[in-house]
C-alpha cells in the first residue's frame, strides 16, 4: 500500500503579519491613502464655503512656503521646539525621581500622594499664569509653566513603575553580590525603561499642546504659539493652519522616528 502523503497548510498568524517587514510599509500606505483622502476632503470643502474663513489646501501651503523663504517659519519653530526639549527635559528627570521615591518608599507615597493629586489637577492656566506673575515674562518662566503642567504625570507612571519593580530579580542580584551599579543596569532600568518609554510618549504629547498656550499667554515674541496668536488677532485662518501644519508635521516625525522605536526596543525584555 502506498504511503498516504499529507500536506500542512499554515495561515500566516497576526503576529507574522505584525513582525514582516512589510508590515512597516503597509502602514505608511494605508496613512498615505488617509491623508490624500483629508486633503481632498478639505479641498473640496474650502471649494464649496469660498470663505476666507476656510481657506483652501494650496492656500495655506502657499503661506507655509513663504514663511519657509524669509526664515520666519524655522525661527519659530526653533524656539518653540528649543522650549518643548527643555520642559520636557526638566519633567523627565524631577517627574522620574519623585515616582522613584514615591514607588519604592510606602511612607512617602502616603503622605506625598495627596500633593501629588493636588497638582495633578491644577489647571494648566493657572500654573502658567502665576508662572509668568512670580518669574515675569520670560522664556525660563515658559520652560518653568510647561515642566509644572508635565511633572506629576511622569511622577504618577513612574511610582507604578517603581511599585512593579521584581522582588526576585533583586533577590538574584543579591545572591550573584551584583554592585549598586550592575543592580540599577541589569535589573533594574529594564524593568522601569517601559514606563519611562510610556511617560515619555504622554508627556510629550501633553508638552506639544501647553507650550503653544504658554507661547501665546507670554508674548515672547518667538514660537508657534505666539504666531498663532498673532493670526489670530487679524482672523488669519490661512497662516494659523499654516503653522499648525508645520508643527504637527514635526510632531508626527519625532514620534513616528524616535519615540515609537525607543518604546518598542525597551518593550523586549518582556517577550
Do not use: C
Not at 19 to 43: Q, V
Amino acid at each position: 500500500m502506498a504511503p498516504v502523503l499529507t500536506q500542512t497548510y499554515s495561515t500566516p498568524t497576526r503576529v507574522n503579519r505584525l513582525r514582516s517587514p512589510h508590515a512597516g510599509l503597509e502602514r505608511l500606505g494605508w496613512a498615505a491613502a488617509s491623508l490624500a483622502t483629508l486633503g481632498l476632503l478639505w479641498h473640496v470643502s474650502a471649494e464649496l464655503a469660498q470663505s476666507r474663513y476656510f481657506p483652501t489646501p494650496a492656500a495655506v501651503f502657499e503661506v507655509l512656503r513663504h514663511e519657509a523663504l524669509n526664515g520666519a517659519l524655522f525661527t519659530h519653530v526653533g524656539a518653540t521646539l528649543l522650549r518643548v526639549v527643555m520642559a520636557f527635559t526638566i519633567a523627565m528627570f524631577i517627574g522620574g525621581a519623585i515616582g522613584m521615591l514615591l514607588g519604592r518608599f510606602r511612607t512617602a507615597d502616603r503622605f506625598f500622594d495627596t500633593w501629588l493629586i493636588l497638582v495633578l489637577n491644577l489647571p494648566a492656566l493657572v500654573t502658567i499664569t502665576l508662572s509668568y506673575v512670580w518669574l515675569g515674562m520670560n522664556g525660563t518662566a515658559a520652560v518653568v509653566a510647561v515642566a509644572i503642567n508635565q511633572i506629576p504625570n511622569v511622577a504618577v507612571t513612574m511610582r507604578e513603575g517603581a511599585r512593579s519593580l521584581s522582588r526576585d530579580l533583586a533577590e538574584m542580584a543579591q545572591v550573584y553580590k551584583f554592585g549598586p551599579w550592575r543592580t540599577f543596569r541589569h535589573v533594574i532600568l529594564p524593568q522601569l525603561a517601559p514606563f519611562f518609554a510610556a511617560a515619555a510618549r504622554a508627556g510629550l504629547a501633553l508638552v506639544w499642546k501647553i507650550v503653544l498656550v504658554v507661547e501665546a499667554l507670554g508674548g515672547s515674541g518667538r514660537g508657534v504659539g505666539y504666531q498663532i496668536y498673532i493670526a489670530f488677532g487679524s482672523f488669519d485662518v490661512t497662516t494659523i493652519l499654516a503653522y499648525a501644519l508645520a508643527f504637527i508635521v514635526i510632531v508626527q516625525i519625532i514620534e513616528l522616528t524616535i519615540l515609537q522605536p525607543i518604546q518598542a526596543k525597551v518593550n523586549k525584555w518582556r517577550r
